[in-house]
């Protein structure tokens, strides 16, 4: 059940709830320490909570009945937006936002008359001892009608023929640039391409057409472009949003092209009318540390803009789970489930899953046991987020 409405007549950010807390530091050594915290109030404080090692293990609506002493949350001045936390049983249900998303482009550009564009640059983003080829690759668009926004998705045409004697199709890729492209001169667009690589019934090692002939392109090759498609992935306009973002591989193109509208001095000078002051945070697996793909870019984000983003790494072949096996990206989601549950539930949260579907199962199980501790059947609550456009899936 997903209710909007206030008890009584108290407005929704004046609400008053009890927090029960435990392990602070520089708090009591055992027991809880209580809280009062106004609705409004909600997102600072559970990331103030994070921050001092504490960890919520109640929230109750304060109805008039008297509880245990408590101590009034006054929130600093540097702490992010975070989680909101409803009672425990209901879910709130946000006011659906109009999105300005009617005016984004698709299909400029369609297989029958694609876009030529041209190389401007093809840089290997997997360092040394890392599993496979993957490559960052420009392409110049300067003079085209080719607008697109971050989110959206380009075609490849790839040249040559297939087995039957047709033309390749096409195959989609994920923009890991801006809207402004990776100079923010409105001249390029950039993917974020691993060469696919398996071996067939007969043990004969196969590679990816296109993936292939993107990865092996050099400096001024011409390529036909398609597109550009989709608005599924899109970012809300709403400076104070919620960013999640769940990324595997390659899956983190259109987390890169978020990030950098998000927090790149350029970019954030290119967009005045966009300055990011919401809370984003990125958990991306991949197999080891060489895979981790624009790590540098990455880490100095975090390290820039430490109040407003959060980077969470699941590294398997190098990190164990609580089991001991290997650290996968729904463990992550497992160790942070309360946090991540409560950031859910704030209206101005936004979801985003990129990459190998099979990580999609591992997170629906974290979070579904935080929801149902509060009576709430996760798929009921992920049909609601997406009938709100705050839940965005791209996997493959």
């Known amino acids: 059940m997903f209710n909007s409405s206030a008890s009584g007549s ?5 609400r008053m709830y009890r927090y029960e807390v435990v392990g602070l530091l520089g708090g009591r050594e055992s027991g809880s ?20 090692g504490g960890k919520i293990v109640s929230i109750q609506p ?68 890392g599993v496979g080829i993957v490559q960052h690759i420009k392409f110049d668009i300067d003079g085209s009608d080719l607008k697109y926004v971050e989110g959206q998705s380009i075609g490849i045409i790839p040249p040559g023929i297939d087995a039957k004697g047709k033309p390749y199709k096409l ?11 990776d100079d923010v001169d409105d001249k390029t667009v950039s993917l974020c391409v691993r060469q696919l690589e398996y071996k067939n019934e007969a043990g004969e090692t196969i590679y990816g057409v296109c993936s292939t002939y993107l990865c092996n392109l050099k400096q001024g090759d011409e390529v036909q472009i398609t597109g550009p498609t989709g608005k599924e992935m899109l970012l809300p306009p ?36 966009y300055q990011f002051k919401g809370f984003a945070w990125l958990v991306f697996g991949v197999p080891t540390s060489p895979n981790i793909l624009y790590r540098e ?52 949260t936004h979801t985003y899953i990129c990459g190998l579907r099979g990580m999609e199962p591992g997170i629906e199980e974290a979070l579904g046991a935080e929801a149902a501790k509060e009576g709430i059947v996760w798929k009921e609550y992920v049909r609601q987020m997406k009938k709100e456009e705050r839940w965005h899936v791209e996997t493959y």
């Open 297 to 348: 870019e990455l880490e100095e984000m975090q390290t820039r803009y430490p109040e407003n983003f959060r980077l969470t790494y699941a590294i398997s072949r190098e990190q164990q789970n609580q089991e001991g096996g290997r650290m996968y990206i729904q463990h992550r989601v497992g160790e942070n489930a309360v946090e991540l549950w409560n950031l859910m539930k704030n209206p101005k």
């Open 33 to 52: 320490t209580f809280f009062n915290v106004s609705y409004d109030r909600m997102s600072s404080f559970v990331q103030q909570i994070s921050r001092r």
């Open 238 to 273: 709403d400076e104070d949003a919620n960013v999640i973002m769940f990324a595997t591989g390659t899956g983190i193109a259109p987390m890169r092209a978020y990030l950098w509208r998000m927090f790149k001095d350029k970019e954030r000078a290119a967009n005045p009318h």
């Open 62 to 129: 304060l109805d008039g009945t008297q509880g245990p002493a408590v101590s009034t949350f006054v929130p600093t001045a540097q702490t992010a937006p975070a989680a909101v936390s409803e009672t425990k049983a209901e879910a709130p249900k946000s006011e659906k936002k109009a999105v300005a998303h009617e005016e984004v482009r698709v299909n400029t550009y369609r297989p029958n008359n694609p876009l030529t564009g041209k190389v401007v640059s093809n840089e290997a983003l997997v360092g040394d001892g």
């Open 10 to 14: 108290q407005s929704a950010g004046s």
């Open 171 to 181: 195959r989609l890729y994920s923009i890991a640039s801006t809207r402004h492209g």
